[in-house]
């Protein structure tokens, strides 16, 4: 066991352990970890959509690698501009082009999605922040637009057809398989789900009473997607736990038993003094 996986394992239990610690109560050991997870994500992401998504799909359409020799005027103005950006920024703009499978001509159309680029990053400058509400109203507008028909596409309509279940020509029940009893539950819990959400009839009498199975219905759901949730997070934390264990082993120098001990003295002197502060004040 080398000394960077040994330095790793401690580094592991401190945050999993800090993250731990809020059960207790907010204490610096939760801030700090808390902060290293937010900061090292959004590092850590922010890299890969930029050599990802923009380095390969931007500028590798902007400034794709050419076909022979560059030739008239503006093809050298513009890779002018390229060698330029590779000067500064060699890893990002190698020489010769950026080849990612996108042909050897620019696509000049990639200007405007990099010109929205760069007024987004205008809103930290106070005096050209107004530009990047242009950039955010196409992102948001567009993204809207793509939304809204990638999910009446496959949640209404999918629903819809989900719902339109055959009661004929199958046997009538079956634990696993299509079946007449099943088909059946589908259609109810459809047409009463959706009847418990009409308000313009008050639910009383038999309206009340089907619109009451309907609620049923939607807290089973519920249930079931909490209970699916609820088992992925002890997934997660089963892990955690096997983790510390592991490190607790003389392998790692008992990586989790001396952090723990460390961080529950520091946390009991913390404690103390904070509550001391707070009487003399």
Do not use: C
């Not at 400058?125 to 939304?147: D, E, P």
């Not at 719902?163 to 009538?172: E, G, K, N, Y």
């Not at 096997?242 to 952090?259: F, H, P, Q, R």
């Not at 723990?260 to 509550?275: H, R, S, Y």
């Amino acid at each position: 066991m080398n000394g960077s996986e040994i330095f790793g394992a401690w580094v592991a239990v401190f945050l999993t352990l800090g993250i731990f610690s809020y059960l207790y109560k907010d204490n610096p050991f939760y801030k700090i970890a808390e902060h290293v997870f937010v900061g090292v994500s959004a590092g850590y992401w922010m890299a890969m959509a930029f050599w990802t998504q923009v380095q390969p799909n931007l500028f590798g359409r902007l400034w794709p690698t050419p076909e022979g020799q560059i030739s008239g005027f503006l093809m050298k103005t513009w890779y002018g501009i390229y060698n330029l950006f590779g000067f500064v920024l060699p890893s990002v703009f190698p020489d010769g082009g950026i080849d990612k499978g996108h042909g050897h001509d620019p696509h000049f159309i990639y200007l405007l999605p990099f010109a929205l680029g760069i007024m987004m990053l205008l809103s930290v400058a106070s005096k050209l922040s107004w530009l990047a509400r242009l950039g955010i109203a196409y992102t948001v507008g567009m993204a809207a637009g793509l939304r809204a028909y990638a999910f009446l596409n496959s949640n209404v309509l999918g629903q819809i057809k989900g719902s339109a279940v055959s009661l004929v020509d199958m046997p009538f029940f079956s634990l696993t398989g299509v079946s007449v009893f099943n088909n059946l539950i589908i259609l109810v819990g459809t047409i009463t789900g959706l009847l418990y959400f009409y308000f313009s009839k008050e639910h009383a009498g038999a309206f009340g009473k089907v619109t009451r199975v309907g609620i049923y219905f939607l807290m089973i759901s519920f249930g079931a997607s909490f209970g699916f949730a609820v088992m992925g997070r002890i997934s997660l934390l089963i892990g955690r736990f096997t983790d510390l264990i592991t490190y607790g082993s003389s392998t790692y120098n008992y990586a989790s038993i001396w952090v723990l001990l460390l961080m529950i003295v520091l946390l009991a002197v913390w404690t103390f003094k904070g509550e001391k502060k707070s009487v003399s004040q």
